[in-house]
């Protein structure tokens, strides 16, 4: 007889541990850890943290709701056609947004790479294998200097050329038969001397696509259709920062001959730039699902949430003698209520950096931002309720600090 000493016993040494969950076999068998119950960062000795710094790649980006992963587990039951489920999930997304056509990426910096790419060769299926390589193709890409940015690589990654401008003057003398396309850092659009809508009209006018890099751009959720509205031909968004899709997805969004055309260079197939590009099928469910939810949410609600958030910081470290906490929201790019923290440093004695370390070290570990100047701090990565914890322990460290 088989008692449930010998299954756990077996259990430790069979790899199909799956299976054998599944027939009930060991239901009810108390001493058995459940699948959800192991602690996989501390087996591996990981540190968690609480999230005051934002939708930073180094920190994993955005949590993504319990619809988001139901999504994804769904999707991990079911063989599917990549290209056909790619395909609705396109149409269905360029339906919630309001644009033309649409396609999940791995992260808007390869909806960067997949933008150029099928710009280059467009719907020429014998012209994609050649990429990098520019023989008989364009090969250039205008941008302005100010929005000079390192995640442009992802268009370099087709071997194009940079060509950098500063004046309109400048961008259509820098215009000719080898440029390919006319790329936009949304982020920087006050810091250039060409605004979105002249960057469009002059694409528009000499018949070049132009390109907007929106990647960090929502909030506000207009923005999801309000660059494919006003003209550019491609469109791009994280889908793991705002949306809190799959942290290794992403949207491109626009013309849909153009976003076809990237579709020739991404997964299945293989002889492609974008083979190592891949996107599962369970990102792509991921991010459709985690778009409609975005789409959905209640943001004037969620909005007056981080505003209650960082006003509770806010008051917690003024209440400290030395401190001039300043509260703002950055006009484009991770446009929420954030909070910068200065100090009178002769009153207390500690230095920015040396806040965020003891931040980080504490218990629970608190990660945020800043630089030798300032600390800073959003709260729209937040579990709720963790506000209260980093106000105290932001008080706490200043008051001990003081005197
Ligand atoms: C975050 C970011 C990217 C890269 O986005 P991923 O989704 O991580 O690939 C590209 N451009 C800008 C401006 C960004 O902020």
Redesign the pocket.
């Known amino acids: 007889m088989i008692t449930r000493r010998d299954i756990l016993k077996n259990l430790s040494t069979l790899p199909l541990l799956g299976g054998l969950f599944g027939t009930g076999l060991v239901t009810g068998a108390s001493a058995m850890p459940t699948l959800t119950s192991r602690n996989y960062f501390k087996e591996l000795g990981v540190r968690t943290f609480i999230n005051a710094a934002g939708?930073y790649?180094s920190m994993t980006?955005s949590l993504m709701p319990a619809e988001v992963s139901d999504a994804i587990k769904y999707a991990t039951g079911d063989y599917v056609n990549l290209d056909e489920l790619q395909d609705r999930v396109g149409e269905r997304i360029a339906e919630l947004v309001q644009c033309e056509y649409a396609t999940v990426?791995?992260?808007?910096?390869?909806?960067?790479t997949f933008g150029i790419a099928g710009v280059l060769t467009g719907l020429d299926e014998s012209k994609v294998a050649q990429i990098p390589n520019l023989t008989g193709l364009k090969s250039e890409v205008i941008m302005q200097k100010s929005h000079e940015?390192g995640?442009a690589h992802?268009l370099k990654n087709c071997g194009v050329k940079i060509v950098f401008v500063e004046t309109r003057k400048e961008l259509e003398r820098a215009i000719n038969d080898q440029t390919a396309l006319l790329w936009f850092?949304?982020?920087h659009n006050f810091k250039g001397q060409i605004r979105d809508e002249e960057w469009v009209e002059v694409g528009r006018k000499h018949g070049i696509p132009t390109f907007n890099?929106?990647?960090?751009?929502v909030p506000p959720v207009e923005n999801l259709w309000k660059y494919t509205k006003m003209g550019f031909d491609l469109v791009?968004?994280?889908?793991?920062?705002g949306i809190r899709g799959p942290?290794?997805?992403?949207l491109l969004l626009g013309k849909r001959d153009l976003i076809k055309a990237a579709r020739l260079h991404a997964p299945p197939r293989g002889n492609t730039v974008g083979r190592g590009m891949k996107v599962n099928k369970e990102e792509i469910l991921g991010m459709l699902v985690a778009l409609e939810l975005y789409l959905n949410k209640d943001h004037e609600k969620e909005w007056k949430l981080w505003e209650a958030q960082i006003k509770l910081i806010h008051d917690a470290a003024i209440a400290v003698k030395g401190v001039e906490p300043t509260i703002h929201v950055p006009e484009v790019?991770?446009h929420v209520p954030s909070l910068k923290l200065r100090w009178d440093q002769k009153a207390i004695k500690i230095t920015p950096d040396g806040l965020r370390e003891q931040l980080r070290t504490g218990h629970p570990s608190i990660e945020t931002v800043g630089d030798k100047e300032y600390v800073g701090i959003t709260t729209w990565m937040l579990q709720p309720g963790q506000e209260r914890t980093v106000a105290k322990r932001i008080q706490e460290i200043l008051v001990e600090a003081t005197g």
């Open positions: 939708t790649t980006g990426t791995t992260g808007a910096a390869s909806a960067i940015i995640y992802a850092l949304n982020a890099d929106c990647a960090a751009d791009c968004f994280s889908g793991g920062k942290q290794s997805a992403g790019a991770n």
